[in-house]
């Protein structure tokens, strides 16, 4: 039975934890008073509000969330607990995932605390359906992306485009079980990183690792390893402002060349 009032499910990441770690839980109350209970002895740094969804089926959104990353990787720090190593931006799009089949879904983004659109007693449409502006500036992008990318042969010969979404990344097949290129755009962190995803095999992971100085000279850029309790992969960075569209057709450029560049690198080790 649902709920008579609404009530909130969120995510909070915080300072002091590792990257991509969030905590998703569900509250009856302002968000912004949840987070600042859990402001205690047990963390060192304040939790920082990513963004909510107001539902009456608040109860029954949060198991799905929780389920629906335990089902597509085993990201939960620990099994008893609402912590996950998953990008904030990742549960987001599982958030916009669920809204979009709730009636009374109402999803806010925040930046420093505060919401994105500030006038949350009149929630704009596009909003209420999970549709933020952040995923139609992102679909926007990777729809340039596919359009531009009959104009660059080199890849166009190497990879098939996959349908835009208004995700913060675009996958690409290399015709390897081991691996495949990861591309993210992301808005909120104004970046660029381009790599590889590994599902599962930390052993073709690790030797990929003792041959970074080698990976790093073909591919032209700085690689951080992250390696997580199941899936593994490396990326490069670029800075990137997602809303100065003049910036676009570099950052374009930049990830169709650094795609060329670590399919070709990887084709020694895979």
């Not at 930046?111 to 007693?121: C, F, G, K, L, V």
């Not at 929630?123 to 679909?139: A, E, H, N, P």
């Amino acid at each position: 039975m649902n709920n008579k009032e609404p009530g909130y499910v969120y995510i909070l990441t915080n300072p002091s934890f590792r990257e991509d770690w969030v905590k998703i839980g569900k509250s009856s109350r302002p968000v912004d008073v949840r987070s600042k209970e859990l402001d205690n002895t047990a963390v060192p740094l304040p939790f920082e509000i990513f963004a909510t969804m107001k539902t009456t089926k608040y109860n029954e959104v949060e198991k799905l969330v929780h389920k629906t990353i335990d089902r597509l990787t085993d990201l939960r720090i620990r099994q008893n607990r609402e912590f996950f190593n998953v990008a904030p931006q990742m549960a987001l799009d599982i958030f916009r995932d669920i809204a979009m089949a709730i009636d009374d879904a109402e999803i806010i983004e925040y930046e420093s605390n505060q919401p994105i659109n500030p006038d949350t007693d009149t929630i704009d449409k596009s909003v209420r359906t999970g549709v933020s502006d952040t995923s139609k500036i992102q679909l926007a992008f990777w729809e340039e992306f596919n359009a531009r990318a009959v104009n660059h042969a080199a890849f166009y010969k190497e990879f098939s485009l996959r349908k835009a979404n208004p995700q913060h990344w675009y996958d690409l097949s290399v015709g390897s079980s081991e691996y495949h290129i990861c591309l993210t755009a992301s808005r909120q962190k104004h970046e660029l990183t381009a790599g590889i995803y590994v599902s599962s095999n930390k052993i073709f992971f690790h030797q990929l690792q003792e041959h970074a100085e080698e990976l790093e000279k073909e591919i032209g850029g700085k690689i951080e390893w992250r390696e997580a309790s199941k899936a593994c992969r490396f990326v490069i960075y670029r800075p990137f402002d997602m809303d100065e569209k003049e910036q676009w057709q570099d950052a374009l450029k930049w990830l169709y060349d650094i795609s060329i560049a670590i399919k070709k690198a990887m084709k020694e080790y895979a």
